[in-house]
């Protein structure tokens, strides 16, 4: 474990590989906060799905497996998923959840029609496209730990400059439209950076777990505090540790797909906060209640 | 037996259960939760796969679907602490047991007979090759057997409780008044999920599963108003997506499961699309149409709250409209025979219109 | 886009405003997927009343609320705040939507919820400060729970929930306000409080605007009333069109539990 962790400075490989997961725990985890409390988790969870077959088209299209151009079909296709859930929802009688299911299945039914197809095809650059599935933190080079950064940097810069109107947009959006705020267009700024951290994840969680890293740390920075700002760093810090620690237990050479390893870390820190958690884990409730009872009990006001 | 017919068959019994289950979680809005359990299982197959070797076994599949319930429980327990709501809880569980799943299958790899491929598109076009084999005697395949299962639950399921499960779905306060337990409802619906994905992952995998779970039923519920219609328009969806699925599959050589779920999905688009009831073109024209008459018993019932005789400047001052929209609804209303132009610019409501502005708004309280 | 206003803000006085209607409704007609919800909707506010909109479920109400404030197009009609179209008249405005709108359960604090009824002067981009909080801490004070400003808004009752609400909207510094059910789901206490402070704010000259359920207080709280129901059914002060009529039209007959009143 300890020549593990030295790795990390000395590594060339590993640096980058726990450098590309912190860069996606953090923007995952900051983002996440916001799905998490406008109750968008699976939102994140069905557009990520609907990466799938982006990425097969950017690949069938251009033969390259440049990060940039098979991210960019990455986020075309979450966008074109994320306007069908919109047109099912607001123009027939179905309702999000079943709108949700259809897009995160089908989308993804087709990617594995494509994935088979360019299998089929026997184009030798086919290979890497395996590891949007399942994620495989191995294989991020500096390139892609380059592209994750610009991504990130530019989604974070907007989520702290907008910060305020972020916030009363979750909290109560028609509040926010009496004052004049432009909901609309800041309802699909936000879903555009979920999009965002979504494609700089799945690389490395890959689509399918990518939702556990839009919400788990969330929910379990939520344990801990009761202020956004709070919560929004203590989720970004949630979101790295697992990712890094994942990373490296994945690189650590036992053939593992980093995806899982990233979300059961992600789990295991949101089951410690649900028991912990400074604000509303177990232990302290309890131990609340039984201080408010005592001193009830001894005569004094709580 | 040809192959053909034995891929297809299997895929139809994939495609019925799926189909009449999931058009209970499509109308109880638990679509999401059907989709979780489908990711949850997996961990459950894993660890019969220890225990029995062979899938094939009812007691290993009963076993399996233990954890697609404990999953629902897990959900419903960790909403219920209130520190949670539920789309979070559902997309935590449902990751955490997946996520537990595909590192089992990846670090044992050589003690299951799963990969990861397996779990992802399942291996429908392997049905023809395993067949059980009692005694010597060959009883066909497997997949009919343990799909044939599957089907038989979800069907008697649906028959057996079909006024229950109505109740439950469309009156959930009835339902307890009349002493029928949603919670016993609920998780006897989730335990018939937990097989039916269990015993559907052989073929189509833990996740296209799902594409047979939510859009046969999505599709049919844009197309009929009544439950056993929509069953019936779901199990035929789901037939039509597995078939058609194949042979596109098969003549350009890709995933069949893949195929047949990309199907399922094409259907919904058309529905939703062309559905003569609830279809978006549908939709569109009617809400022109309820637009148009709108707009003129608006203009009708403007006129008559500006006396006997008005002009047009006046109405259009009036309503706010544009000057465009104004003499658009007026001719439409002077060729209908709702109104009376005396002389350029003047405008008067006939018999006939006063009638249809004080139906108007005599329809509205 | 919003910051017009900052140049002026203590200068304010109700002289300064246009010589207009706080708010003058005409012809007002919403569809919601072209089912009319609000018909030719016409009446006016004056300046210094507190007027209650009553009418049954489904009347309407806070689509009127929404339809004033532009969150909702019209099919027809308009509506004028200080004869200004709402856009140009947002700072003239406090709002307070429904309690059960929001999710109590977010992490913040009264004091913080109080501070968002600042952000329209704040502008974009920028982070309210000092100034800003002790405004919110004022507001807190006037609805009588400045003791709960750094309490978690799930742990405060419904009432204290409620008063939150209303300091906000008293930070927005408005001349009208519009409040959707302030009372529903109240204690007694507080409904008292809001009662005072709505007298408060109407001795300052102010105009409130209540959507209101209990027509049982309608002649106690209230100078006006605005009777809906789809259509209006009757507008004008308390003492005239408060009346069996006017409400067994509303309310289809059914109007038994105005026995009390």
């Known amino acids: 474990m300890l020549d593990l962790f030295s790795a990390l400075f000395t590594d060339y490989t590993l640096r980058n590989v726990a450098l590309g997961c912190a860069v996606l725990g953090v923007v995952s985890g900051v983002l996440g906060c916001f799905a998490v409390l406008r109750r968008q988790g699976l939102l994140g969870d069905a557009l990520a799905h609907a990466t799938l077959p982006g990425v097969c088209v950017a690949f069938i299209l251009t033969g390259t497996r440049t990060p940039a151009i098979l991210l960019l079909g990455a986020a075309i296709s979450a966008s074109l998923g994320a306007l069908l859930i919109l047109a099912v929802v607001g123009g027939t009688r179905i309702k999000q959840d079943a709108a949700l299911g259809i897009v995160l299945s089908v989308f993804f039914g087709a990617g594995t029609v494509m994935l088979t197809y360019i299998a089929g095809t026997g184009n030798s650059g086919q290979s890497g496209l395996d590891r949007f599935i399942f994620g495989q933190a191995a294989t991020i080079v500096r390139e892609d730990v380059v592209t994750m950064g610009i991504l990130a940097g530019i989604a974070l810069v907007v989520v702290a400059v907008l910060f305020k109107e972020f916030k009363i947009l979750s909290f109560d959006p028609e509040f926010a439209a009496s004052m004049g705020y432009p909901v609309g267009k800041l309802n699909i700024l936000l879903t555009a950076l979920i999009v965002v951290a979504i494609v700089i994840g799945i690389q490395t969680v890959g689509v399918i777990l990518m939702a556990a890293m839009l919400i788990t740390p969330a929910a379990a920075a939520r344990q801990w505090t009761d202020k956004l700002s709070m919560m929004v760093f203590v989720s970004g810090f949630f979101g790295a540790l697992s990712g890094v620690s994942g990373a490296m237990v994945s690189a650590s050479g036992s053939n593992l797909p980093t995806g899982p390893i990233i979300v059961l870390a992600a789990t295991g820190i949101f089951l410690l906060s649900l028991v912990f958690g400074a604000r509303h884990g177990f232990l302290w409730s309890r131990l609340r209640e039984r201080r408010n009872r005592r001193a009830a009990l001894e005569g004094g006001s709580p | ?365 | 886009m919003r910051q017009v206003e900052m140049g002026n803000r203590s200068g304010r006085n109700l002289e300064a405003l246009p010589d207009e209607m706080p708010l003058e409704v005409s012809g007002l007609t919403v569809a919601y997927r072209d089912k009319p919800v609000l018909w030719d909707i016409t009446f006016e506010v004056p300046e210094g009343q507190l007027v209650a909109i009553v009418g049954p479920n489904g009347a309407g109400k806070t689509t009127l609320l929404k339809a004033v404030m532009g969150m909702i197009e019209p099919a027809a009609g308009r509506a004028l705040v200080y004869g200004m179209p709402f856009e140009k008249a947002r700072h003239l405005v406090g709002y307070v939507p429904q309690r059960g709108s929001v999710d109590w359960d977010f992490p913040t604090s009264a004091l913080d919820v109080v501070q968002m009824g600042l952000y329209g002067k704040l502008g974009w981009f920028r982070r309210p400060g000092r100034k800003e909080r002790e405004k919110a801490m004022e507001c807190l004070e006037q609805v009588g729970i400045a003791s709960f400003a750094d309490r978690q808004i799930s742990q405060l009752s419904g009432g204290q929930q409620q008063r939150v609400f209303l300091a906000r909207a008293l930070a927005q510094d408005a001349n009208l306000y519009l409040t959707d059910e302030p009372f529903a789901a109240v204690d007694y206490k507080t409904e008292r409080a809001i009662v005072e402070l709505l007298r408060e704010l109407k001795s300052q000259g102010k105009t409130v605007v209540v959507v209101h359920h209990d027509l049982g207080t309608v002649p106690e709280y209230f100078d006006r009333v605005v009777i809906l129901n789809k259509n209006l059914v009757a507008e004008g002060p308390v003492g005239k069109v408060f009346n069996k009529e006017n409400l067994s039209e509303a309310y289809g007959g059914n109007v038994s539990y105005l026995a009390g009143s």
């Open chain 2, 1 to 365: 037996m040809s192959a053909d017919f034995i891929v297809i068959t299997t895929a139809i019994l994939v495609a019925v259960p799926c189909a009449l289950l999931g058009t209970l979680l499509v109308l109880r809005q638990m679509a999401m939760i059907g989709d979780a359990i489908s990711h949850a299982v997996l961990p459950g197959i894993v660890f019969a796969f220890f225990i029995s070797e062979s899938l094939g076994a009812l007691t290993s599949l009963i076993g399996a679907a233990v954890f697609g319930l404990l999953c629902a429980v897990l959900i419903e327990a960790l909403k219920n602490t209130g520190r949670v709501k539920e789309d979070s809880s559902i997309g935590i569980v449902f990751t955490a047991l997946f996520a537990l799943g595909v590192f089992l299958i990846s670090r044992f790899a050589g003690s299951v007979h799963l990969d990861l491929q397996h779990v992802l598109y399942g291996e429908i076009a392997f049905s023809p090759l395993n067949s059980l084999i009692i005694g010597g005697v060959n009883l066909g395949p497997i997949s009919f057997w343990t799909l044939g299962v599957v089907t038989v639950i979800a069907v008697s399921f649906v028959l057996l409780f079909y006024k229950e499960l109505k109740i439950a779905t469309f009156d959930a306060g009835l339902a307890a008044a009349v002493g029928l337990s949603p919670v016993l409802v609920h998780y006897l619906l989730m335990g018939a999920v937990s097989i039916t994905v269990v015993g559907a992952f052989d073929s189509v995998g833990a996740i296209l599963v799902v594409a047979f779970l939510i859009a046969p039923a999505a599709t049919a519920y844009l197309l009929t108003e009544q439950l056993w219609r929509m069953m019936a328009l779901a199990v035929a969806l789901g037939t039509l997506s597995a078939v058609s699925g194949y042979y596109f599959a098969a003549f350009l050589d890709v995933s069949i499961s893949g195929m047949m779920a990309t199907m399922t999905g094409f259907l919904f688009i058309l529905a939703l699309l062309f559905s003569p009831s609830h279809g978006l073109a549908a939709a569109f024209s009617r809400r022109r149409e309820n637009r148009r008459i709108f707009s003129r018993d608006l203009l009708l019932s403007r006129i008559g709250t500006l006396g006997e005789k008005t002009t047009e400047e006046e109405l259009a001052r009036s309503l706010g409209w544009e000057r465009r929209k104004i003499s658009r609804s007026l001719d439409e209303a002077l060729r209908g025979g709702f109104i009376v132009r005396p002389s350029s610019g003047e405008v008067a409501a006939t018999r006939k219109g006063r009638d249809a502005a004080r139906e108007r708004a005599g329809s509205l309280a």
